[in-house]
């Protein structure tokens, strides 16, 4: 069984209710490169970054 409209639906809500988004910008081939990376270390892209933010910022993870 597929992934219906209706999930897509319930899913988009509720990411727009619980998470913002950040938009950021990077040359053209480096986001291949951190996606490989972040593969590399078992992470998502998305947990990989937000990783890097929380370390750079001092906090812990999801702090």
Known sequence: MGYTEAQRQATAR???KA???IEI?????KKQIIKEFAQQ???ST???INGAIDQAM?????A
Request: avoid cysteine; glycine fraction near 14%; charged fraction near 45%.
């Open 58 to 62: 001092g906090r812990k993870e999801d």
């Open 46 to 48: 998305n947990k990989f």
């Open 41 to 43: 270390q078992g992470l």
């Open 14 to 16: 509720y990411n727009k």
């Open 25 to 29: 910008f990077v040359r053209k081939g």
């Open 19 to 21: 998470y913002d988004r």
